[in-house]
């Protein structure tokens, strides 16, 4: 019982502020989610991987340990799903990227924030940089083979990655009225992007429901089997290995619906798939915390 009411704390703020921007475009309220996206990835994004990195307390060679993992990880995770589109013949510019790539912005910073607090936040904007990254390169050549070094060096979540570590492995800090006020900016991203999401799933038209069911249910189920095998592998420390089971599980991102709708891929099934995969996340994502916390 103390477990569901821990594993219930945990979850019930990240779905409950999504379901806030379900609810608000429902009701009629204009929210540009073009801007507070923006908002959010150029600016309070990068807020909360630099602050959290130079604050965190974990040490630089755990960091570097899940930055490998993750990275494995993923190298894995997209061999197992182009084996897996490829084989049943589903097209890749439409499926493979969100088959990849999860939601580890707006659902896997909340969750391991709420669940294993700054540590586990520390350990959880590593693996979402990766992902990130990943995602801008081999993600957008993927679906329209445009992808480049140049647009990743572009992106301030990058180089927040990049600052943070070296202040990390440095033992640096910013000054006190500057860490306060960044700190202050990157406390905005969480409920912006969970709100968002809400924003955005109220938004989408879904197509293929009965494909993006099945589809959703054996993205999670290879995902987190191949986290969990990675995490088992290089060791990790519980909180580590948790997130990064957590980060690499996480339901498909609306990122790659908006990618499917620039690039003329199928964008109502990807829509499908964010919706799908979203709800199913709702039983998913509290059973992996059961099992990992």
């Known amino acids: 019982m103390n477990l569901v009411l821990t594993v219930l704390e945990i979850v019930a703020p990240v779905f409950l502020l999504a379901l806030v921007g379900f609810a608000w475009v429902k009701l009629g309220f204009e929210y540009r989610i073009q801007f507070v996206t923006q908002l959010a990835m150029t600016l309070s994004v990068p807020c909360l ?16 340990a899940v930055s490998l993992a993750s990275i494995v990880a993923y190298a894995a995770v997209t061999v197992v799903m182009w084996i897996l589109v490829k084989g049943v013949g589903m097209d890749s510019r439409t499926y493979l990227a969100p088959l990849i790539f999860g939601n580890t912005g707006n659902l896997g910073l909340p969750l391991a924030l709420f669940a294993f607090g700054d540590e586990g936040l520390g350990y959880a904007v590593v693996v979402f940089a990766i992902m990130a990254i990943w995602s801008f390169t081999f993600g957008v050549w993927l679906v329209s083979d445009g992808g480049g070094l140049g647009k990743v060096i572009k992106e301030p979540l990058v180089g927040a990655t990049i600052l943070g570590g070296i202040f990390l492995w440095q033992g640096w ?11 202050l900016i990157g406390q905005l991203a969480i409920p912006i992007m969970l709100i968002t999401l809400g924003v955005a799933i109220a938004r989408l038209t879904p197509g293929g429901l009965g494909r993006a069911i099945w589809v959703s249910i054996l993205k999670f189920a290879l995902c987190a089997g191949i986290a969990w095998g990675v995490g088992l592998a290089f060791h990790l420390d519980p909180v580590a290995f948790a997130v990064l089971v957590i980060q690499i599980a996480t339901p498909v991102a609306v990122t790659s619906y908006l990618l499917a ?11 499908g798939l964010v919706v799908v995969s979203t709800l199913l996340s709702v039983v998913t994502l509290p059973l992996t915390l059961a099992f990992v916390i």
């Open 49 to 64: 991987i630099f602050t959290s990195l130079m604050k965190t307390d974990v040490s630089p060679q755990a960091l570097a």
């Open 261 to 271: 709708e620039k690039y003329g891929a199928d964008a109502d099934a990807v829509a």
């Open 173 to 183: 800090e910013t000054p006190t009225f500057l860490t306060n006020t960044l700190t």
